[in-house]
């Protein structure tokens, strides 16, 4: 079990949002779990864990400088498939998929989403 009841990230176009995120988590075996209240979309396995919403005080939406939510990937080809559906549905590179130094085995890709907030997946595997 995670130490996280849910991450939310702000966005300024629900149905943009929607179109990246869909794509992009889909490799990773995260689903669309449909709208959050009035106020965006929740995404995970069986409930939502990664709320995406309008910023409930009215201001836009603004990237976290030196934030990142990553996504565990069930083997390598899941993250590359991540970042290249990411690409195509919007996002921009913040990290092309490769080994990562930083823990034996680590291999992940980096995406910013349409609204600059960085995510990234990643699996821990020798192969795939």
């Known amino acids: 079990?995670?130490?996280?009841?849910?991450?939310?990230?702000?966005?300024?176009?629900?149905?943009?949002?929607?179109?990246?995120?869909?794509?992009?988590?889909?490799?990773?075996?995260?689903?669309?779990?449909?709208?959050?209240?009035?106020?965006?979309?929740?995404?995970?396995r069986r409930v939502a864990e990664l709320l995406i919403l309008r910023p409930l005080d009215g201001a836009p939406a603004k990237a976290a400088n030196g934030a990142t939510v990553s996504f565990k990937a069930p083997s390598r080809a899941a993250v590359r498939a991540f970042y290249a559906a990411g690409l195509a549905a919007g996002g921009s590179d913040a990290g092309a998929p490769g080994p990562r130094g930083a823990v034996?085995?680590?291999?992940?890709?980096?995406?910013?989403?349409?609204d600059g907030n960085k995510i990234c997946a990643y699996c821990f595997t020798e192969q795939g």
């Open 1 to 44: 079990m995670g130490i996280f009841t849910h991450i939310c990230i702000g966005t300024n176009d629900l149905d943009r949002a929607r179109r990246f995120y869909d794509a992009a988590l889909a490799p990773l075996g995260i689903d669309n779990l449909g709208d959050f209240l009035d106020q965006g979309l929740g995404y995970g």
């Open 104 to 114: 034996e085995h680590a291999y992940g890709a980096y995406l910013l989403d349409p």
